[in-house]
């Protein structure tokens, strides 16, 4: 009997296993990359002003996001102290409560081996363990979307009240994550279900009873909303509702545009490098006609990647909900594929992670701020190992998707154990910190890096023209730092106001270059 047959053992080595991956580093990285900054900095703001309904951010109000992933980085910054550790640590708690939920429910639709295995390549899926590391609002909407719908298909086939209402509470909360998107994407993705099982019927409609399911999800997340809109005067609304939804979704917004098939592309990258599996439609598509899982696990798949094709503006990080219910159908179709072309697969995966090390390579090299680290590169030849080991124990049932599996977990602990540190050590904050005196005057002029905010665990003052600088410069006589990007400025304003420029360092992965300037 293979160990995942027996329920209480694989939920344990599931539990381990995603929680030593998502929460693998958290604590050796500083919070840099512009949203981690803003949603932590965000979360200690409330805290220490004990507001529960104005997300602020240096001061500012901070209309992007809701407040649910606001609300656990308070709770967990008042256990821990403020910290990156504590900024992340619900991000993979999250994330480990979605792999166990897809194993939980799914198995009883598809049995413990493709349930299992679903949620272990989950697991070691690359771009879904980065984003439960970090400290922003998708792993927790990923977490409540997937309750979501696993409550929905649970109510549908087995028509008990308790998962009617697991349901829509689920999806009221997946608002507070991260707005309506919540209700869209699962109600989109029942309305494609009941159409592709022809049961898109007013008797099942009736039994779903979206009209009173949807009043009590709005219960559950209009209340903040109403709140916030109250304590800022409508400005809260009119941020996050307008601008952060629908200007989204109908425009491009900082620059993250593309065209259409932008959103597939993401998808196909971000599924690596099992996404070969998916390629074999005659099983995908004979498998789904077989089992009313796989055809709603396709169907929310389908909407949610449709959606984010339409929408103006495209990112990475939008898609990440499909994959539990991507990795379901993977997990059947990589046990459904015929031994020859699992070979042809294997060696496409092998193909792919033999290249990814070469690219990784000229991605450091070409990089002028971590060229020097491009030693690191070598780290990506253990997904290849992996494929090796694989392609030589392809007849073997599981020996060939272990070693893939885990070749790939692996490249994950050591990606933040020993790869990301390295690399967060060049990173204008971490570098440029140590130049602060304590309890030395800071200002920032225009833009600035939003991680200083978080690593000053203070507001920064926030200039914006040359009159308020002359101004700040005159107030303060006995000096401070100005903390600046590069701009067409900088050089007028160190002539002009006789600024010695202390450190210049350009940010990581980015093209501005952050100024430290004293005066």
């Not at 799914?106 to 070691?124: D, Q, V």
């Not at 609304?237 to 993250?256: D, S, V, W, Y």
Request: net charge positive; with cysteine; charged share 15%.
């Amino acid at each position: 009997m293979q160990f995942f047959e027996n329920r209480g053992l694989s939920v344990l080595i599931l539990f381990i296993v995603s929680f030593l991956c998502f929460s693998s580093g958290i604590n050796l990285t500083d919070i840099y990359f512009l949203d981690e900054a803003k949603n932590a900095v965000a979360g200690r703001e409330m805290l220490g002003r004990s507001s529960l309904f104005v997300p602020t951010f240096n001061g500012v109000l901070r209309g992007d996001k809701p407040p649910f992933h606001y609300f656990m980085m308070m709770i967990s910054y008042s256990v821990f102290g403020v910290s990156p550790f504590s900024a992340r640590i619900f991000s993979a708690v999250f994330g480990m409560m979605t792999v166990l939920c897809l194993y939980l429910f799914s198995r009883k639709y598809i049995g413990n081996k493709y349930a299992f295995f679903s949620s272990l390549l989950l697991i070691s899926s690359l771009h879904f363990t980065i984003q439960m590391h970090w400290s922003v609002p998708d792993p927790y909407f990923v977490f409540f979307t997937t309750l979501s719908g696993l409550s929905f298909i649970h109510f549908y086939t087995e028509n008990k009240r308790i998962w009617w209402w697991m349901f829509y509470i689920s999806l009221g909360i997946s608002v507070l994550c991260k707005g309506p998107a919540g209700i869209i994407l699962i109600g989109f993705g029942i309305f494609v279900f009941l159409l592709l099982n022809n049961d898109f019927k007013w008797k099942t409609i009736m039994r779903i009873n979206p009209f009173l399911g949807i009043f009590i999800s709005l219960l559950i997340c209009i209340p903040w909303f109403w709140v916030a809109h109250n304590q800022t005067k409508g400005a809260f609304t009119e941020l996050f509702f307008f601008r952060h939804n629908i200007e989204r979704f109908t425009g491009e917004m900082e620059g993250h545009g593309g065209l259409f098939l932008l959103t597939l592309v993401f998808v196909i990258l971000g599924l690596l490098p099992y996404v070969f599996f998916l390629f074999n439609y005659r099983v995908l598509r004979d498998e789904i006609k077989k089992n009313v899982f796989l055809l709603f696990s396709f169907s929310i798949s389908v909407a949610i990647i449709m959606f984010f094709m339409f929408s103006g503006t495209k990112l990475p990080n939008y898609t990440v909900p499909s994959y539990p219910w991507l990795y379901i159908l993977i997990s059947v179709c990589i046990f459904k594929t015929s031994k020859k072309l699992r070979k042809q697969y294997l060696i496409a995966i092998l193909v792919f992670t033999i290249l990814l090390p070469i690219a990784v390579f000229i991605g450091i090299k070409a990089d002028k701020v971590i060229y020097d680290l491009e030693f690191l590169s070598i780290f990506f030849l253990i997904p290849t190992l992996g494929s090796v080991y694989a392609l030589f124990n392809r007849n073997s049932e599981f020996k060939w998707i272990y070693g893939v599996a885990f070749s790939w977990i692996t490249m994950g602990l050591v990606l933040y154990y020993i790869i990301f540190p390295k690399v967060d050590a060049y990173n204008p904050v971490a570098k440029t910190y140590s130049l602060f005196k304590q309890n030395e005057t800071i200002v920032g002029y225009q833009l600035f890096n939003s991680a200083y905010v978080f690593k000053f665990k203070k507001v920064i003052p926030v200039i914006q023209n040359e009159q308020e600088l002359k101004s700040f410069i005159e107030k303060n006589p006995k000096g401070g730092k100005i903390i600046t990007r590069f701009n067409d400025e900088t050089k007028k304003l160190k002539e002009k106001f006789q600024l010695k420029e202390v450190a210049k360092e350009k940010d990581l992965f980015e093209n501005p270059t952050t100024y430290i300037l004293e005066f």
